[in-house]
């Protein structure tokens, strides 16, 4: 995925001010930055939640910043949240069978002309969705109200929702927010599994030492812009970026 020159205002506000950079395909990239440093927005802007004002986003070579949600979706990019949203008053299970599209039951001539078909790949679709809550350890959570999920679960939850899909990359925002250390070794040990398949991922987070052991490479925003960019260790000695999270280092007198 390519960032071209995105800039995005909200009033007098500019959150995002021509902010380029490249997640390369089956990376696992982490962007960091202070609070107010545009991050959530680049999220925003990449799924199609906000319109960007100039700039290009390239995904798998094709243009993605004119397109609706739902196309996004369809492509194959999907995304998380700091705050998971699941529907709370439905089944875990029932939360994981509304992500795929195109579902034929959806349409209600079908349900009359082609049942045989509806329920096969109804039947498909509870297989794939109880083998998805297995893998991210939710397969005893299927009867439950999602709202009765943890912080934590419920990020698993979010997952597996996406899983559904097969997504060529996932926006991960905040994983470690709120999330008990059990819980949240077990949601990372997942990424990093989906990972090694080939998934794309980038994850907004605060936990240093989280992006530091999983990511490839860092990329640091602040005030709207891109800071600085490169290996983990690279964005650790960079005192642009001490600076941006602790303010500028005293000159002596």
């Not at 991050?39 to 906000?50: H, M, P, R, S, Y």
């Not at 996932?170 to 990093?192: F, H, K």
């Amino acid at each position: 995925m390519q960032l071209q020159g995105l800039s995005k205002a909200f009033g007098q506000l500019r959150a995002l001010d021509e902010v380029s950079f490249v997640v390369a395909q089956g990376s696992l990239t982490g962007l960091i930055g202070p609070n107010g440093a545009g991050k959530t927005t680049t999220f925003d802007l990449i799924a199609g939640v906000q319109k960007c004002d100039a700039g290009r986003i390239l995904f798998r070579g094709q243009a993605i910043e004119p397109l609706a949600t739902h196309q996004i979706f369809r492509r194959g990019l999907a995304r998380t949240f700091q705050v998971p949203r699941p529907f709370p008053t439905m089944t875990v299970l029932e939360n994981v069978l509304l992500a795929p599209l195109g579902q034929l039951g959806e349409r209600f001539d079908a349900n009359w002309w082609a049942v045989s078909r509806v329920r096969a790949q109804e039947r498909q679709l509870q297989e794939r969705a109880h083998g998805v809550l297995q893998w991210c350890a939710l397969a005893d959570k299927a009867g439950l109200l999602a709202g009765q999920l943890s912080g934590g679960q419920q990020k698993l939850l979010e997952l597996a929702r996406v899983l559904m899909i097969d997504p060529q990359m996932i926006l991960l925002d905040e994983p470690a927010a709120g999330v008990n250390p059990s819980l949240l070794e077990t949601l990372m040990e997942r990424v990093q599994m989906l990972h090694q398949q080939g998934i794309t991922f980038l994850l907004i987070e605060h936990n240093m030492d989280l992006v530091m052991r999983m990511c490839q490479r860092v990329l640091v925003m602040a005030q709207g812009r891109l800071l600085a960019e490169g290996s983990p260790r690279e964005i650790q000695d960079n005192p642009k970026v001490l600076d941006a999270y602790l303010g500028p280092t005293p000159v002596a007198a």
